[in-house]
């Protein structure tokens, strides 16, 4: 914990503090609103997604850690709902009121290298990697782990960004060149049958809790449908739990972390990487599960018991991303017809290809019929209806 960590829960009523401003935290607010919370954000843009909901929206650059002390100083906890905050933020913001997750749990995720090294040395399962400091490295590296294999930028990736399929070692300068040419990891590539997640909490008090584990579909590196319980073999999903409560016991989190994994064609599980906040693959749960993942946040950030992560209805999520608008506005109206689909717009006002504007989580009989369906819905979106 922080020096200023005393353990106290923090009770309705006080503010709660988030460093990043988009739609995870927008998702966040609305939670703490419900429960009698006030929120304040701090980012370098106004008018955001969780700034539109909260009762303050503090506008300066991470690294301005003055700015960041004096944000601290007006809530009573702290907590993030993006990894590419700079630690010192976490750093300076914990010298004044708890940050939970602590800020090395950040330190750690927010970087590739020192996220394979902790999950190396803590034995959780990992494709084989190499460090890869400089170009002069890289070739080396590639001999050792073979071909293919896959660049990433050390830090500040997601979605796909930073990194690149090496098919033959001759490859190797363009891939070099296409991460930025910069600090990278090198990773032994690895034959899935399909990513999962698992997204889970751990209070205060150590207590765990979490939302099975969902089934993953990318389109483009970008996650495109989530289907909660989508893996039927009961042996892989325990062992993925038992992965995701070791991860977190290990990082000491206090608050809502996802292990993302690669499920190999036999069955074995390879952690791919980690996010310390509440995840895409998990937006699900606010609206099909008895607690969702941004109220487990907030109640594991607050040192309250973490809620039941009970099912109420089969589901599935598909992304909504800013391809939609290319024609105009999509026709809302034609998806609401549904009365099984919920749908959640994030207030960003300029669509952009692949940007994430929203999301719609649509209940069904399972969780393929209810994919089947959340796919059609926004295939009516694209078409107008």
Known sequence: MSTQDDGRIIAPGATIGVLGSGQLGRMLGLSARRMGYRVATFSPDHDTPMGQIADAEHVADYTDLDAVAAFAKSVDVVTFEFENVPFEAAEAAARHVPVRPRGQVLHIAQHRRREKDFLHAAGFPTAPFEHVPDRAT???AIARLGVPCVLKTAGFGYDGKGQMVIKAADEAEAAWQAIGAGEAVLEGFVDFACEVSVVAARGLDGAFAHYGVTEN????????VSIADGIADRATRDRAIEIAAGVLEALDVVGVLCVEFFVGRDGTLVVNELA???HNSGHFSFDACVTGQFEQQLRAV???PLGSTARLRASAMV???GD?????EPDWASVLADPDLKLHLYGK?????????????????????AASRAIAARQRLAWGG
């Open 138 to 140: 890289l070739d080396a």
């Open 217 to 224: 579909r990318h389109a483009d590196h970008i996650l495109d």
């Open 276 to 278: 310390p906040r509440p």
């Open 302 to 304: 607050c040192g309250l």
């Open 319 to 321: 992304n909504l991303l």
């Open 324 to 328: 939609l608008w290319a024609h105009g």
């Open 349 to 369: 006002a300029a669509p952009r290809p692949g940007r994430k504007m929203g999301h719609m989580t649509v209940f069904g009989r399972d969780g393929e019929d």
